[in-house]
């Protein structure tokens, strides 16, 4: 049952960006600025993330230390 877990939770993540994705294409077809000014703050953590799994990808050494991490890089692959 555990890898049913964690496939269920990557296939719900998948879902829900894909479905975000959908959204953000349909509203910009429409030309909706202020649609896309009301959102763009529920994006800014995924920004975070994004650009802190691409700085930690980046690196020239391993981090030494869980201090090194953030929760978005800690457990990585």
């Known amino acids: 049952t555990n890898n049913t877990n964690e496939s269920d939770i990557f296939e719900n993540l998948i879902d829900i960006t894909q479905q975000t994705l959908n959204l953000l294409e349909e509203q910009k077809r429409s030309r909706n600025i202020l649609w896309a000014q ?3 703050r529920n994006f800014n953590q995924i920004k ?3 650009d802190e799994i691409h700085k930690y990808k980046r ?3 391993m981090p030494r230390t869980w201090k090194d991490h953030t929760h978005n890089t800690r457990y990585l692959k």
């Open 38 to 40: 009301g959102v763009k």
């Open 48 to 50: 975070t993330m994004v």
């Open 59 to 61: 690196r020239n050494t």
